[in-house]
């Protein structure tokens, strides 16, 4: 039986896996209305507002001033301000569960990372949960031969590099709450950061569209910002209580629960022989990656 120390950080990877799921889906309706770049200003802020929120009662001002908080401020350079431009951009050329599925690639990324810097064991379990999620998600975004690309090549590159950038995030993050254990204070330092360069890289742009601001688009992905404060302030827990090569595979599952939501919730997408052998492959996987904490 699982001791509740080892079992903290599966339930806070699995909780933000699901939150991301419903991240995106939301993002997805709002590419309807507004363009990925904006969209992204729109999502990075809301979530930088619920952190500003939270000020008073959760930040610790000794904390604030450590060194090791720079480290937070340098993954904001890059995400999600970077890796979210990637991943809408991405989305919006191959669909959400396509371009999540090559994104949450990042465990194969995240490991070598895990291993090499911080110095994480990988046990056998983990390393075949991982492994038979990432065979999972490839099999998931595969077409059939005969399948007409609607998409260019490149494209690829969009949801891979995303998955590069969100790797080296959540080693750094492992890295800076080794020195500065505060899930909150890293999520606010990383989003605020992120707020800013995204915010002026948008009001730079001279070729996007107005915004409107009473519009659906922006609802969408203001809900879709709140939804990953809380996505990443479970994922900086997992982090603090758990390893990079335990806790980024479960999160990178979360492509299952967007082919559940958008087969059930949005219907976009039908249930398939594939998605079935896909869901059997990553639930066995994912209790084996817990029963290996």
């Known amino acids: 039986m699982l001791e509740s120390s080892t079992l903290l950080p599966v339930l806070l ?3 933000s896996a699901l939150l991301f799921a419903f991240g995106d889906q ?3 309706q709002g590419l309807a209305y507004l363009d990925s770049r904006a969209g992204a200003a729109i999502s990075i802020g809301a979530s930088t507002l619920f952190f500003l929120a939270l000020t008073p009662w959760w930040l610790d001002l000794d904390a604030l001033f450590h ?3 720079l480290i937070f401020a340098l993954i904001g350079l890059f995400r999600p301000s ?3 431009n990637l991943a809408l951009a991405g989305m919006r050329h191959m669909g959400p569960t396509l371009a999540t599925t090559l994104t949450s690639t990042s465990p194969l990324f995240a490991t070598a990372m895990g291993l090499l ?3 994480e064991a990988l046990t056998v379990e983990t390393g075949v949960g991982t492994l038979v999620i990432v065979v999972a998600i490839m099999i998931l975004a595969k077409r059939d031969g005969g399948a007409q690309s609607d998409w260019p090549v490149w494209a690829l590159l969009l949801p891979l590099g995303a998955a590069l950038i969100r790797s080296g995030g959540h080693v750094l993050s492992k890295f800076g709450m080794n020195h500065v254990p505060d899930p909150y204070l890293a999520s606010l330092v990383t989003f605020a950061v992120s707020a800013v360069i995204t915010t002026a890289i948008h009001r730079l ?6 915004v409107a601001w009473y519009g659906p688009g922006v609802g969408w992905f203001v809900a879709a910002g709140f939804l990953f404060s809380l996505a990443v302030m479970a994922l900086n827990g997992a982090l603090l209580l758990g390893t ?3 806790v980024v595979p479960l999160v990178s599952a979360s492509p299952i629960f967007i ?3 958008s087969v059930f919730v949005f219907r976009r997408e039908r249930i398939t022989p594939r998605t079935f052998a896909v869901v059997f492959m990553v639930v066995p996987a994912v209790m084996l990656i817990a029963l290996a904490g």
Do not use: E, H, K, T
Request: proline fraction near 7%; glycine fraction near 8%.
């Open 82 to 84: 970077l890796s979210i």
């Open 117 to 119: 810097w911080l110095g």
């Open 26 to 28: 939301f993002q997805n």
């Open 13 to 15: 990877a699995l909780a």
């Open 259 to 261: 082919m559940l939501m």
């Open 244 to 246: 990079v090569v335990q």
């Open 205 to 210: 742009r001279r070729d996007g569209a107005p």
């Open 67 to 69: 060194p090791a908080v």
